[in-house]
């Protein structure tokens, strides 16, 4: 008999049912509104399926609804679907609304983690200069004197990236210089004017 082993990974599970329900969850791309009461119809159609339980599932389709992803997916016009992608109405006022509200709030809240990450790192940037002057040569305070303004820089938001757009890259203590190359939701693609070409989340672009 085939031996079935529990998923129990929220990613795993979401993988999961991105290949069994495709119409339905979409892993890459803009999504579509999901059928108001689709955990139950989840359920009963994976009643018999033991890799996942109730509890996870609602565990993983509520990080799917939570993403920034599908909130922006609920907006005027939109129609929800159920699991085989099919029609289910469209979507009511205050729910896109409550979309809205929740996405900013969302956004706001990582940027302000952002900000106070950078800003408890800038103390320590600041003090590292001194240190050198006193340690080393007149030319060495020189090199660390011309990185000052890297500091100004702000972190990006996904919406103001394209493609072509130079931009910098959080690499270690030291912003390196590059192109954006593609942008796939929060991963970006960058070619570094080093000529290496990295793939980095949107929270270590600087512009």
């Known amino acids: 008999m085939e031996s079935t082993e529990k998923l129990t990974d929220t990613n795993a599970i979401l993988a999961y049912l991105y290949e069994t329900f495709p119409l339905c969850f979409i892993a890459e ?115 660390r004197v011309e990185k000052a303004p890297v500091v100004n820089l702000v972190p990006a938001k996904l919406e103001e990236l394209k493609q072509n757009q130079r931009v910098n890259i959080k690499l270690g203590k030291t912003p390196v210089q590059g192109v954006v190359l593609d942008i796939n939701k929060e991963d970006i693609h960058v070619q570094l004017d080093s000529g290496l070409s990295v793939k980095v989340r949107v929270e270590h672009i600087l512009l």
């Open 29 to 143: 791309g803009e999504t579509k509104p999901l059928k108001i009461g689709l955990f139950q119809d989840l359920a009963e159609r994976l009643a018999d399926d033991s890799k996942v339980s109730k509890t996870q599932l609602r565990v993983a389709l509520r990080r799917y609804t939570s993403s920034w992803r599908y909130l922006k997916c609920i907006k005027a016009g939109a129609e929800r679907i159920d699991l085989d992608g099919k029609p289910c109405g469209e979507l009511e006022q205050q729910h896109i609304d409550h979309a809205q509200a929740t996405l900013k709030e969302s956004q706001d809240r990582a940027k302000a983690k952002r900000d106070a990450q950078r800003e408890a790192k800038a103390p320590k940037a600041a003090k590292k200069p001194a240190k050198k002057a006193v340690a080393n040569k007149p030319a060495k305070k020189a090199v």
